[in-house]
Protein backbone atom coordinates (compact mmCIF):
# COMPACT_ATOMS: atom_id res chain seq x y z
CA UNK A 1 0.00 0.00 0.00
CA UNK A 2 1.40 3.68 -0.81
CA UNK A 3 0.35 6.58 0.46
CA UNK A 4 0.90 10.46 -0.59
CA UNK A 5 -0.04 14.01 0.12
CA UNK A 6 -0.35 16.57 -2.86
CA UNK A 7 -0.30 19.37 0.48
CA UNK A 8 3.42 18.27 1.83
CA UNK A 9 6.51 16.41 0.54
CA UNK A 10 7.47 13.32 2.17
CA UNK A 11 10.25 14.44 5.31
CA UNK A 12 9.43 18.06 4.03
CA UNK A 13 8.40 20.88 5.86
CA UNK A 14 4.90 21.41 6.20
CA UNK A 15 3.09 24.48 5.13
CA UNK A 16 1.54 26.05 8.10
CA UNK A 17 -1.40 26.06 6.58
CA UNK A 18 -1.62 22.44 8.01
CA UNK A 19 -0.32 23.52 11.12
CA UNK A 20 -2.38 24.54 14.44
CA UNK A 21 0.22 27.46 15.59
CA UNK A 22 2.33 30.14 13.40
CA UNK A 23 5.22 32.75 13.74
CA UNK A 24 3.59 35.73 14.77
CA UNK A 25 4.18 39.58 15.12
CA UNK A 26 3.85 39.03 18.55
CA UNK A 27 5.91 35.76 18.53
CA UNK A 28 3.33 32.32 17.72
CA UNK A 29 -0.88 32.12 17.48
CA UNK A 30 -2.80 29.91 15.75
CA UNK A 31 -2.55 29.03 12.30
CA UNK A 32 -5.48 27.87 9.47
CA UNK A 33 -5.27 24.27 11.25
CA UNK A 34 -6.52 22.93 7.70
CA UNK A 35 -5.97 18.58 7.39
CA UNK A 36 -4.01 17.75 4.47
CA UNK A 37 -4.44 16.39 1.62
CA UNK A 38 -3.91 12.35 1.67
CA UNK A 39 -3.95 9.33 -0.81
CA UNK A 40 -3.50 5.58 -1.47
CA UNK A 41 -3.40 3.05 -3.51
CA UNK A 42 -1.99 -0.61 -4.16
CA UNK A 43 -5.06 -1.81 -1.40
CA UNK A 44 -4.63 -5.16 -0.16
CA UNK A 45 -7.43 -7.70 -1.22
CA UNK A 46 -9.87 -8.23 1.90
CA UNK A 47 -9.82 -4.39 2.86
CA UNK A 48 -12.96 -3.54 4.62
CA UNK A 49 -11.79 -0.31 6.22
CA UNK A 50 -9.33 1.99 6.80
CA UNK A 51 -7.59 3.48 10.24
CA UNK A 52 -5.57 6.55 10.12
CA UNK A 53 -3.95 8.52 12.58
CA UNK A 54 -1.24 11.14 12.72
CA UNK A 55 1.42 10.75 15.54
CA UNK A 56 4.19 13.27 16.76
CA UNK A 57 6.94 11.09 18.10
CA UNK A 58 9.53 14.50 19.12
CA UNK A 59 7.44 15.99 21.55
CA UNK A 60 9.46 17.19 25.28
CA UNK A 61 9.17 15.12 28.17
CA UNK A 62 10.05 18.19 30.58
CA UNK A 63 6.78 20.31 30.16
CA UNK A 64 7.73 22.87 32.03
CA UNK A 65 10.25 24.22 30.12
CA UNK A 66 7.85 24.50 26.95
CA UNK A 67 7.73 28.10 25.54
CA UNK A 68 10.07 29.34 28.86
CA UNK A 69 11.46 32.49 27.92
CA UNK A 70 15.75 32.48 27.59
CA UNK A 71 15.74 28.51 27.47
CA UNK A 72 16.24 26.15 24.63
CA UNK A 73 14.56 23.00 24.75
CA UNK A 74 17.42 20.28 24.21
CA UNK A 75 17.99 17.97 20.80
CA UNK A 76 18.61 15.05 23.36
CA UNK A 77 15.86 15.83 25.74
CA UNK A 78 13.98 12.55 26.01
CA UNK A 79 11.04 12.57 23.75
CA UNK A 80 7.29 11.23 23.89
CA UNK A 81 4.38 10.85 21.33
CA UNK A 82 1.15 13.35 20.70
CA UNK A 83 -1.84 11.89 18.63
CA UNK A 84 -2.76 14.68 16.48
CA UNK A 85 -5.37 13.06 14.66
CA UNK A 86 -7.16 9.17 15.23
CA UNK A 87 -9.91 8.55 12.58
CA UNK A 88 -11.39 4.75 12.34
CA UNK A 89 -13.67 3.18 10.53
CA UNK A 90 -13.12 4.84 6.82
CA UNK A 91 -15.19 3.01 4.36
CA UNK A 92 -12.55 0.67 2.03
CA UNK A 93 -13.62 2.52 -0.85
CA UNK A 94 -12.28 5.94 0.08
CA UNK A 95 -9.19 6.25 -1.61
CA UNK A 96 -7.96 10.52 -0.66
CA UNK A 97 -9.27 12.61 1.66
CA UNK A 98 -9.07 16.65 0.18
CA UNK A 99 -7.23 19.03 2.43
CA UNK A 100 -9.43 20.75 4.88
CA UNK A 101 -12.61 18.44 4.90
CA UNK A 102 -11.90 17.52 7.75
CA UNK A 103 -10.94 20.36 9.70
CA UNK A 104 -10.60 23.99 8.83
CA UNK A 105 -9.53 26.19 11.49
CA UNK A 106 -9.33 26.45 15.17
CA UNK A 107 -12.48 25.55 17.38
CA UNK A 108 -12.22 26.52 21.14
CA UNK A 109 -12.82 23.41 23.60
CA UNK A 110 -12.17 21.03 20.54
CA UNK A 111 -14.71 20.24 17.59
CA UNK A 112 -18.51 18.93 18.33
CA UNK A 113 -18.49 16.70 15.21
CA UNK A 114 -15.54 16.77 12.90
CA UNK A 115 -16.44 15.86 9.46
CA UNK A 116 -14.42 13.16 7.74
CA UNK A 117 -15.53 10.41 4.90
CA UNK A 118 -18.93 9.35 5.61
CA UNK A 119 -19.16 6.47 8.15
CA UNK A 120 -15.76 7.66 9.73
CA UNK A 121 -15.52 7.85 13.54
CA UNK A 122 -13.11 10.65 14.50
CA UNK A 123 -11.22 9.71 18.28
CA UNK A 124 -9.76 12.22 20.91
CA UNK A 125 -6.13 13.86 19.83
CA UNK A 126 -3.94 14.73 22.63
CA UNK A 127 -4.89 18.81 22.89
CA UNK A 128 -7.50 16.82 25.22
CA UNK A 129 -5.12 16.01 27.83
CA UNK A 130 -3.00 19.12 26.86
CA UNK A 131 -5.67 21.78 27.41
CA UNK A 132 -7.75 20.17 29.97
CA UNK A 133 -6.68 23.19 32.92
CA UNK A 134 -7.10 25.99 30.81
CA UNK A 135 -10.98 27.56 30.60
CA UNK A 136 -10.68 29.21 28.02
CA UNK A 137 -9.64 26.07 25.24
CA UNK A 138 -10.15 22.91 27.50
CA UNK A 139 -12.82 20.56 26.24
CA UNK A 140 -12.73 17.21 24.03
CA UNK A 141 -10.77 17.63 20.87
CA UNK A 142 -11.59 15.66 18.50
CA UNK A 143 -10.43 14.90 14.84
CA UNK A 144 -7.50 16.74 13.15
CA UNK A 145 -5.69 19.13 14.78
CA UNK A 146 -2.43 20.45 13.60
CA UNK A 147 1.34 20.77 14.76
CA UNK A 148 1.91 23.17 17.21
CA UNK A 149 5.93 22.53 18.58
CA UNK A 150 7.00 24.81 21.57
CA UNK A 151 8.91 27.57 20.11
CA UNK A 152 12.12 27.16 22.17
CA UNK A 153 12.38 23.82 20.75
CA UNK A 154 15.50 23.01 18.85
CA UNK A 155 14.37 19.23 17.93
CA UNK A 156 12.29 19.83 14.71
CA UNK A 157 9.24 17.59 14.95
CA UNK A 158 8.10 14.81 12.62
CA UNK A 159 4.27 14.04 11.67
CA UNK A 160 3.70 10.85 10.92
CA UNK A 161 0.53 9.86 8.88
CA UNK A 162 -0.10 6.43 9.23
CA UNK A 163 -3.06 4.39 7.22
CA UNK A 164 -4.03 0.92 8.13
CA UNK A 165 -6.13 -1.12 5.86
CA UNK A 166 -8.03 -3.53 8.14
CA UNK A 167 -9.92 -7.02 7.60
CA UNK A 168 -12.62 -5.43 9.43
CA UNK A 169 -15.34 -2.84 8.54
CA UNK A 170 -16.14 -1.60 12.10
CA UNK A 171 -13.41 -1.25 14.94
CA UNK A 172 -14.68 -2.58 18.64
CA UNK A 173 -14.14 0.77 20.13
CA UNK A 174 -16.65 3.18 22.50
CA UNK A 175 -17.99 6.75 21.21
CA UNK A 176 -14.69 8.21 23.08
CA UNK A 177 -11.45 6.73 22.11
CA UNK A 178 -8.15 7.52 21.32
CA UNK A 179 -5.08 6.46 18.90
CA UNK A 180 -4.06 3.81 21.97
CA UNK A 181 -7.32 2.77 21.90
CA UNK A 182 -7.68 2.42 18.11
CA UNK A 183 -4.43 0.64 17.61
CA UNK A 184 -5.26 -1.78 20.77
CA UNK A 185 -8.54 -2.17 18.88
CA UNK A 186 -6.93 -3.14 15.31
CA UNK A 187 -4.36 -5.76 16.69
CA UNK A 188 -4.76 -8.76 14.56
CA UNK A 189 -6.78 -7.02 12.49
CA UNK A 190 -4.10 -5.09 9.81
CA UNK A 191 -3.23 -6.41 6.28
CA UNK A 192 -1.14 -3.19 5.55
CA UNK A 193 0.39 -0.25 6.84
CA UNK A 194 1.38 2.89 5.10
CA UNK A 195 3.04 5.95 6.41
CA UNK A 196 4.17 9.38 5.32
CA UNK A 197 5.78 12.02 7.39
CA UNK A 198 6.23 16.25 7.38
CA UNK A 199 8.56 18.26 9.92
CA UNK A 200 7.43 21.31 11.37
CA UNK A 201 9.20 23.75 13.88
CA UNK A 202 8.08 27.15 15.57
CA UNK A 203 12.05 28.16 16.15
CA UNK A 204 13.34 30.43 13.81
CA UNK A 205 16.93 28.75 14.63
CA UNK A 206 15.45 25.42 13.14
CA UNK A 207 15.29 24.04 10.18
CA UNK A 208 12.30 22.18 9.57
Sequence with gaps: MQIRSDSFQHRQRLPAEF???????DGVGFAPNRNPHLAWSEV???????ALLCIDPDVPTVPEMVGQPDVQIPVEQPRTEF???AMVDIPAGVREIAAGSCS????????????GPAGA?????DYTGWFAGNPDLAGDWLGYD???????????HRYFFRLFALDVARLDLPERFTAADALRAMHG???????IYGTYSLNPAVQG
Design 121 to 125: RQGLN
Design 146 to 156: GPFPPPNDLRP
Design 189 to 195: HVLAEAA
Design 104 to 115: DGVVAHGKREPS
Design 44 to 50: PEGTRSF
Design 19 to 25: AGGQATA
Design 83 to 85: THW
